[in-house]
Nanobody
Framework: QVQLVESGGGLAQAGGSLRLSCAAS????????MAWFRQAQGSERDFVAA????????YYADSAKGRFTISRDNAKKTAYLQMDSLKPEDTAVYYC??????????????????WGQGTQVTVSS
């Protein structure tokens, strides 16, 4: 079991930056593939970025490439999402998620077993 708590959301201006954190507790973290998803109001939950258990590989949605950076610190049991050059269309609730596998190419929210409660990110123009 992994319990996840996101933090770091808030209000930012277009072009600004925010850093989201996802603190994990429970028996595992270092062996879980981690991801960030986001859900805008009235929309489905979409994949944003993912990172393998050891941080060796990262994956990004096209909308996040070049602007967002996912990372993790297994010693601190924390995953991060650094978001730069924010746009109003990045406004959403951001969720971190843990997969039961250490490595996967999955971008489907249904395949991730553990979820945080979400943190709101609002970007003003």
């Amino acid at each position: 079991q992994v319990q996840l708590v996101e933090s770091g959301g808030g209000l930012a201006q277009a072009g600004g930056s925010l850093r989201l954190s996802c603190a994990a507790s429970g028996r595992t973290f270092s062996t879980n593939h981690m991801a960030w998803f986001r859900q805008a109001q009235g929309s489905e939950r979409d994949f944003v970025a993912a990172i393998t258990w050891n941080g060796a590989n990262t994956y990004y949605a096209d909308s996040a490439k070049g602007r967002f950076t996912i990372s993790r610190d297994n010693a601190k049991k924390t995953a991060y999402l650094q978001m730069d050059s924010l746009k109003p269309e990045d406004t959403a609730v951001y969720y971190c998620a843990a997969h039961k596998l250490a490595f996967t190419r999955s971008r489907l929210s249904a395949e991730y077993a553990y979820w945080g409660q979400g943190t709101q990110v609002t970007v003003s123009s």
